[in-house]
């Protein structure tokens, strides 16, 4: 599996554990059966909205890291934020984890 990150509202965070936990699955599980019925799902046209949605999302993704100037190509790399932060902090004690 590959894992991904991504932000949702407070609204979509509170549906979106309400709802995993009354079928008794964990949230990813939750997104990972949404995603399945949105590809795999023949009825397109009742998911128009969500395709409509995710690519209005894309959209603005890309809009994001233009505007935050990242270089051609950047790539995320969760051990520089953590670097940043104890460069911040001077001594690069604990982070709490």
């Known amino acids: 599996m590959i894992r991904k990150q991504l932000y949702i509202g407070d609204e979509h965070d509170r549906a979106l554990k309400r ?4 079928l008794g699955v964990s949230e990813a599980e939750l997104v990972r059966r949404l995603l399945d019925g949105l590809v795999e799902g023949g009825g397109v046209s009742a998911r128009r909205g969500a395709s409509s949605a995710l690519d209005d999302f894309f959209a603005e993704s890309d809009r994001t890291s233009e505007e935050r100037g990242f270089p051609e190509g950047y ?11 104890r460069g911040a902090k001077g001594t690069g004690g604990s982070s709490g984890r």
Request: hydrophobic fraction near 20%; avoid cysteine; proline fraction near 0%.
């Open 19 to 22: 709802r995993a936990r009354e």
């Open 75 to 85: 790539r995320f790399d969760r051990d520089e934020l953590y670097e940043e932060d």
